[in-house]
C-alpha cells in the first residue's frame, strides 16, 4: 500500500523511532515500523510505544548503537534507549517447525507445545505469519513510506475484530498469554474477538498455569492499569481467565451481587476514571483489594480453627494469601510493602484517641488506607462507612475542630481505656 493510500505519516512517529529506522536503512538493513503503533494511528490513537522490526540480528543491531541492550532468553531482543524511551528492535522471526538438532539451541518447546526459546530468524513474510493478530502485521517501511499488510489487518480494523494468525489452538499452545493479549486488545480497541479465535481460550485456560509469575505481574499491570480495567475483568471472566489469575478471589465472586464482586468493580470503575483524568494510581492498590476478603476468609478460619485472637491470626492470614498470590503473580517488593501497609491500617484506623489519630494522618500510607476504608466503607455501609466519614471530616477540619471531634468521640464511646501505672517508689537517701 503506497503512501498516498494509508494514513501514516513520519509526523506520527516519534523522533527516537525515526533516528533508528534511518540508521538500520542507512547500513544496509530494512527496517519497518510493525505491530501496535501502526494499528493505533489507523484507528486514530497516538502510539504510546514504538517497536521496528529488521533483518539485522541482535548483534549487529548492538553494533550500531552505543546505547542499545540486548535482552530475552526466549527471543532476543535489542533495546535502544533515548532517556525515558526505549524503541524495541526485533530481528525477523522465522518458522521453527522440523527444527534439527543443531537448531534446537536456538528453538525450545514445552511437553504442552509451549515455545520456551525462540531465536529462529527469517524473511519479513514469515515474520508476519508469526505475528499473533492481524491487526498487528502490518509493516511501515522506512524506504518508501508505504505498509504491507500480510494477513488482512486492514480490513479487521474495519471490522473492528480481534482476529489470530494460523490456528488459534496451536498458537495459544506456543504462548498462553495470547488469551490475555486477545481479551486485552478487545478491551482497549472496543473489538470483538472473532469466533474461532474465542472459541477455544475457555477450555484452553488452565494452560495459564504454565506461565511464570513474574511475567504474569507485567501483563496483568497491561490488562488492568488500561483505563479499560471493568471491561478487561468482565471479559476475563467470561473466558474463564481471571481465576488462573486471582485463585483465591475468583470463588468469592460467584454472586454478582455480592460485596466482594460489587467491591471489586468500584476498584476497577475508580482506577479507570483516575486513569482516564491524567491522575496517577498504583498497582499495591489494586492488589490490596483484589486480595482483601481472602485475607478477611483465611483471618476468620484461623480463628474458628486455631483459637487465635485476631491480631494473631490478621498477620498470619496476611501472609498466607500474600504467599499464595505471589506464586501465580510475582508482586514486587516495592508494592508487596505497601499492600501490608493498607491492610494493616485498616485495623488501626478505628483505634482514634488521643495522639493516636494525628499520628495515623502522618503515616506514608495513611491517604492510600482512608481510600481503601472509603471504598470498603462505601460497599459494607455501617459503622464501617461511618468511620470512613469521621475520617473525611477529621482530615479537613482545623486544630480547634479536630480537637472537638476527638472529645466527641471520647465522651461518646465512655473515653479512652487509661493504662494503671505503678508508682515509682521514692530513692532512699543516705544518712
Not at 183 to 205: D, G, V, Y
Not at 214 to 226: C, H, M, Q, T, Y
Amino acid at each position: 500500500m503506497p503512501r498516498s493510500e494509508h494514513t501514516v505519516s513520519r509526523e506520527h512517529i516519534s523522533d527516537n523511532a525515526l533516528k533508528v529506522l534511518y540508521r538500520l536503512h542507512n547500513s544496509g538493513y530494512q527496517a519497518y515500523l510493525v505491530g501496535g503503533c501502526i494499528r493505533d494511528v489507523m484507528l486514530g490513537k497516538e502510539p504510546k510505544d514504538f517497536d521496528v522490526t529488521t533483518d539485522a540480528t541482535p548483534e549487529q543491531i548492538k553494533g550500531l548503537f552505543r546505547n542499545c541492550r540486548l535482552i530475552g532468553r526466549r527471543f532476543r531482543l535489542a533495546h535502544i534507549v533515548f532517556g525515558r524511551e526505549i524503541i524495541e528492535v526485533a530481528t525477523f522471526r522465522g518458522h521453527h517447525e522440523n527444527t534439527t538438532d543443531k537448531e534446537s539451541k536456538v528453538s525450545k518447546q514445552s511437553d504442552h507445545g509451549q515455545l520456551l526459546r525462540d531465536n529462529v530468524f527469517g524473511s519479513i513474510e514469515e515474520d508476519a505469519q508469526r505475528r499473533d493478530f492481524t491487526i498487528n502485521a502490518m509493516y511501515y517501511n522506512i524506504a518508501d513510506y508505504s505498509i504491507s499488510d500480510f494477513a488482512g489487518g486492514m480490513q479487521a480494523i474495519k471490522d473492528r475484530k480481534i482476529d489470530l494468525i494460523g490456528d488459534p489452538e496451536l498458537r495459544y499452545k506456543e504462548d498462553p498469554v495470547r488469551m490475555l493479549r486477545a481479551i486485552r486488545f478487545a478491551a482497549k480497541l472496543n473489538m470483538t474477538i472473532s469466533k474461532s479465535t474465542a472459541e477455544p481460550i475457555k477450555r484452553m485456560a488452565p494452560l495459564m498455569a504454565n506461565i511464570p509469575p513474574a511475567r504474569l505481574f507485567e501483563e496483568v499491570l497491561k490488562l488492568l492499569l488500561s483505563g479499560q480495567g471493568l471491561e478487561t475483568y468482565k471479559l476475563l471472566s467470561e473466558y474463564h481467565l481471571f481465576e488462573p489469575l486471582f485463585p483465591q478471589l475468583a470463588p468469592l465472586l460467584l454472586q454478582a451481587e455480592s460485596r466482594e464482586s460489587k467491591f471489586v468493580e468500584q476498584v476497577l470503575t475508580n482506577t479507570d476514571n483516575r486513569i482516564n483524568t491524567g491522575q496517577r494510581v498504583t498497582p499495591a492498590f489494586i492488589f490490596a483489594a483484589f486480595m482483601w476478603y481472602p485475607l478477611e476468609e483465611r483471618c476468620q478460619q484461623l480463628m474458628a480453627e486455631g483459637g487465635l485472637n485476631h491480631f494473631d491470626a490478621f498477620n498470619l492470614a496476611l501472609n498466607d494469601v500474600l504467599n499464595r498470590q505471589i506464586q501465580r503473580i510475582m508482586i514486587p517488593k516495592r508494592f508487596s510493602i505497601p499492600i501490608r501497609d493498607i491492610w494493616q491500617l485498616q485495623n488501626r484506623l478505628p483505634k482514634r484517641y488521643g495522639r493516636r489519630a494525628y499520628q495515623l494522618l502522618e503515616h506514608p500510607k495513611f491517604r492510600a488506607a482512608y481510600d481503601f476504608l472509603l471504598l470498603r466503607g462505601q460497599i459494607e455501609g455501617g459503622k464501617l462507612l461511618e468511620l470512613a466519614e469521621w475520617w473525611t471530616d477529621f482530615q479537613e477540619a482545623d486544630d480547634d475542630q479536630r480537637k472537638t471531634m476527638l472529645n466527641i468521640l471520647r465522651d461518646k464511646d465512655g473515653g479512652a481505656p487509661k493504662r494503671n501505672r505503678r508508682k515509682r517508689k521514692k530513692p532512699k537517701t543516705s544518712s
